[in-house]
């Protein structure tokens, strides 16, 4: 069976941690920040789990991550 290929892109995104689930940063924080909130930019600051629904096709795409 040949060697299966690691979507680049979503290897760049995600992280795995030690039990197994995707890390992922949030989206929002790039520009247009004047009219957010302190406490928005905050909460935007900080990763999150990668919601399970999501978790088995990304699985598929990192399979060596």
């Not at 690691?6 to 924080?29: H, I, P, S, V």
């Not at 009219?35 to 600051?45: I, N, P």
Request: hydrophobic share 30%; no cysteine; charged share 40%.
């Amino acid at each position: 069976m040949p060697k299966l290929k690691t979507n680049r892109a979503a290897a760049k995104r995600f992280t795995k941690t030690g039990t197994g689930k995707l890390k992922r940063n949030k989206a929002y924080k790039r520009h247009i920040l004047t009219k957010k909130t302190a406490k928005k930019k905050r909460e935007l600051r900080r990763a999150v789990m990668m919601d399970h629904t999501n978790e088995k096709v990304m699985k598929k795409i990192l399979p060596y991550l």
